[in-house]
């Protein structure tokens, strides 16, 4: 609560921006912001925010299901780290997230969007693949890896994701393209990821007692996970057509 106080008095003291007024002859849609959908009438766009979705339902798995992974954990391995303390293990997951948002500059340059959208989508894949074989005991290494990849699997897309936006979209429709990915990914992609993962956890836990109350085969639950994201991956680079330029010059022949 500190913070966010001095986060909003911080605030007030950066310079002003006004947003762009509507034009005199700015239509009701465009002053809404859903001119935005006029990306989709490019292909690679369609093809871009479609994953943008299909990579915001393994977003949404992790933030659901990461935690109580943990919890089961409890009576198995009783008085390890990971049992005692679920979530500041958790939280080296925003510690890599944070650390992985430096290194994006250097990856857009180096590899361009499309390869670094693919590494977001191996990374989710070791995420998931990671949680199925780790546990707080002699796995627990297993455990802290996936919490690295964690960061490389978010930023890769969601930072990275929002940049390609930014430069793809016109100035006229960039607040609200931004607003697109956003409801493509924490939005439909949420929606779809909560309840395609709960089917998912539902299938695979005992008893027919629900997904909260019955005992979950968790490794068979985290490789379809895995097993969801490498289909991504093999799908990712054949569909979506992307030619990245390095901006540096080729050298002359004479």
Request: aromatic share 14%.
């Amino acid at each position: 609560a500190t913070a966010s106080i001095i986060m909003g008095v911080y605030s007030l003291t950066m310079p002003a921006c006004k947003p762009a007024k509507a034009t005199k002859g700015s239509s009701f849609i465009e002053m809404l912001g859903l001119n935005s959908f006029v990306l989709f009438k490019q292909p690679r766009m369609v093809v871009f925010f479609l994953f943008a979705m299909l990579l915001g339902a393994a977003l949404q798995i992790t933030n659901a299901f990461g935690q109580p992974f943990l919890n089961d954990f409890g009576t198995a391995y009783k008085g390890t780290f990971a049992v005692n303390h679920p979530s500041l293990l958790i939280s080296l997951s925003q510690i890599s997230e944070t650390l992985f948002i430096l290194t994006i500059p250097f990856f857009l340059k180096r590899f361009g969007i499309k390869k670094v959208m693919l590494m977001s989508m191996v990374a989710w894949a070791l995420r998931f693949g990671l949680f199925g074989i780790g546990n707080p005991g002699d796995g627990l290494i297993f455990l802290i890896s996936s919490m690295i990849v964690y960061g490389m699997a978010f930023d890769f897309f969601n930072i990275s994701g929002s940049l390609f936006v930014e430069r793809e979209a016109d100035e006229s429709i960039r607040a609200s393209a931004q607003g697109l990915f956003m409801l493509m990914t924490n939005g439909l992609g949420a929606i779809m990821g909560g309840w395609a993962a709960g089917k998912v956890v539902d299938h695979f836990t005992t008893n027919n007692m629900g997904a909260c109350s019955g005992i979950k085969d968790w490794p068979s639950i985290w490789f379809t996970f895995a097993a969801y994201a490498m289909v991504l991956t093999i799908i990712f680079p054949i569909v979506f057509k992307y030619k990245h330029d390095t901006g540096i010059p080729r050298k002359s022949n004479k």
